[in-house]
């Protein structure tokens, strides 16, 4: 076990990806279009910054609310993320007819295991926090007090 002698410490590995995981619990998204940036106003450019819309999701899945990062696919529209409470959620974006995104569809959140198979339901054991995809692999780093 890492044990930092000052403040939080990030650990990082290097993990498979979730497909091999275990059985992903599907989870329902609700998704509700965001256009404007300002309530009320039909302003989209900030400066260099172009809002070009949002949205505004829930779930009936406690754990949905904990996303700590997401990284896209190479097509654009599957992702990957790590939520704060070691899991993986996968899914993909929907658009609607003018290309602007409008939901979430065929979302589930996984367990990470570690080399034993093994879950970890202890949050200060498994605070993932950070992701990066390269070669069919996942980098996954961890906070630890």
């Given at each position: 076990m890492i044990k930092p002698l000052l403040g939080p410490l990030l650990a990082a590995f290097l993990i498979g990806l979730p497909a091999a995981a275990g059985v992903p619990d599907q989870v329902p998204v609700i998704s509700r279009q965001i256009g404007a940036?300002?309530?009320g106003s039909g302003q989209?450019?900030?400066g260099k910054t172009e809002f070009l819309g949002g949205i505004d999701m829930s779930?009936?899945?406690a754990l949905f609310g904990a996303f700590s990062s997401v990284r896209f696919r190479p097509?654009?529209?599957h992702f990957l993320g790590v939520l704060d409470t070691g899991h993986w959620m996968e899914g993909r974006i929907t658009?609607?007819?003018d290309g602007r995104l409008s939901g979430l569809a065929d979302v589930a959140i996984t367990s990470m295991r570690d080399s034993r198979n093994r879950t970890e339901d202890a949050k200060d054991r498994m605070d993932s926090e950070g992701l990066a995809?390269?070669?069919?692999q996942a980098l996954v780093s961890?906070?630890?007090f």
């Open positions: 940036f300002k309530f989209t450019v900030f779930s009936s899945n097509d654009g529209t658009r609607d007819a995809l390269r070669n069919g961890f906070e630890r």
